[in-house]
């Protein structure tokens, strides 16, 4: 992915976050179009704001993906992710335990998902929960061999 001018300003404000030990974390109208997978590093974060804030200056944030480190945020409150272009969230989100609030309008989410983020947070931390405790499908195929005599011979294979 292309690390633009904002990617790496953002880069900037999370180094100073951590440094810092920060609780809150401003990237609104940066113009980011991918959230730096090192904010995941910012444990002690309460307040992440990737919004949009009309009368500030700068460019509305278009991030299209969230990186699954934020599953790290353990301490996370609040969470602005209004007008980017998100479609999906991470599933790991739902483990957030301490998140009272989270933004997503104005983004282009999937009906499903849409859906269940206007039954409120917890509908969608249950959801999100329920799809990260979804067991593996194994790929197998079975395949039955009938042989001399009528005998059937059974072997699985793993794919």
């Known amino acids: 992915m292309a690390r633009d001018k904002a990617f790496r300003e953002a880069e900037r404000k999370i180094a100073a976050a951590l440094s810092e030990g920060a609780t809150e974390l401003d990237l609104e109208n940066m113009g980011l179009t991918e959230l730096p997978k090192s904010v995941g590093k910012l ?3 309460k307040v992440l704001k990737l ?13 299209t993906t969230l990186p699954k480190e934020l599953r790290n945020l353990t301490q996370l409150q609040w969470l602005y992710l209004h007008d980017n272009q998100l479609t999906t969230l991470p599933k ?15 983004n282009q ?6 859906a269940v983020y206007k039954q409120g947070l917890s509908a969608l931390k249950a959801y999100l929960q329920e799809q990260s405790q979804e067991q593996i ?3 197998e195929a079975k395949m039955v061999l009938v042989g001399e005599g009528g005998r059937f011979v059974s072997s699985e294979i793993a794919a």
């Open 137 to 139: 499908l194994l790929n």
């Open 92 to 106: 790991e989100l739902g483990n957030l335990t301490r998140l009272q609030e989270l933004s997503l309008e104005g």
């Open 51 to 63: 919004g949009y804030s009309f009368g500030k200056d700068g460019e509305k944030n278009k991030i």
């Open 43 to 45: 444990v002690r974060l």
């Open 109 to 114: 989410l999937q009906p499903e998902l849409a």
